[in-house]
């Protein structure tokens, strides 16, 4: 499978600095790109849908002056948190979507793992 | 009601048991489907999609039901190394839909 790659993998912050993620398509270019937010033991939750070369598509619910995405290339989207509060402590997932085959397949990001004190 | 629901599981099976676990989807134009592997504090990893004809590889096969929206996802010969959260993803439009996962726990 294609490979999308993710960093950093961890990242502790005090409350209300800001924390950029990066999200990178390694082996094939995604005009596409989605990140999610999974607490524990549930399910991924879509925040957004990056699309190179333009605004990105927020979910209901979620601020997007709070969650920046920038999706400046076919192989890089980043997440920036802004004031970052505990209650954004989580695992942040993205995925790249590659239409190079039938059908188009998502693949993900090992993830980053939040934690804001 | 939910757009894609699983049962939450756990699903505890012996080793070498065959287990079935089943996704329903609201949305009848949803486009395809599929089913990821995730692993405790992982990324989802994409175990097979999922064909009208249905589809197998190795131990495990996949079905989809449209009439009846539904997909299954079949294990034969239960591995310790499958112990996992298996997640039915639906593709509708841009989107990708994720069920809640079903728990599997395969026992020596």
């Known amino acids: 499978g294609a490979v999308v790659s993710q960093h950093p993998s961890r990242v502790i912050c005090k409350s209300g600095t800001s924390v950029k993620i990066e999200c990178r398509s390694l082996?094939?270019?995604?005009?596409?790109m989605f990140w999610y937010r999974q607490f524990p033991k549930q399910s991924l939750m879509l925040m957004a849908t990056s699309n190179e070369g333009s605004k990105a598509t927020y979910e209901q619910g979620v601020e997007k002056d709070k969650f920046l995405i920038n999706h400046a290339s076919l192989t890089l989207s980043t997440l920036t948190v802004t004031s970052a509060h505990p209650e954004d402590s989580s695992f942040y997932i993205c995925?790249?979507?590659?239409?190079?085959?039938?059908?188009?397949?998502?693949?993900f990001g090992p993830g980053t793992r939040l934690t804001v004190l | 009601r939910k757009e894609v629901e699983q049962d939450p599981g756990p699903f505890n099976v012996p080793e070498g048991a065959t287990v079935a676990f089943n996704c329903t989807y609201s949305n009848s134009a949803s486009q395809s489907f599929f089913w990821y592997r995730q692993d405790c504090r992982k990324e989802p990893k994409l175990l097979m999609s999922v064909y009208s004809s249905g589809n197998e590889d190795g131990r495990f096969t996949a079905q989809l039901n449209r009439a009846s929206q539904y997909i299954s996802l079949l294990i034969r010969d239960s591995k310790l190394s499958d112990s996992a959260t298996y997640l039915c993803v639906v593709n509708i439009g841009y989107k990708y839909i994720f069920g809640t996962g079903t728990r599997l726990k395969v026992l020596a």
């Open positions: 082996d094939f270019q995604a005009t596409t």
């Open positions: 995925s790249a979507r590659d239409t190079s085959g039938a059908p188009d397949t998502q693949y």
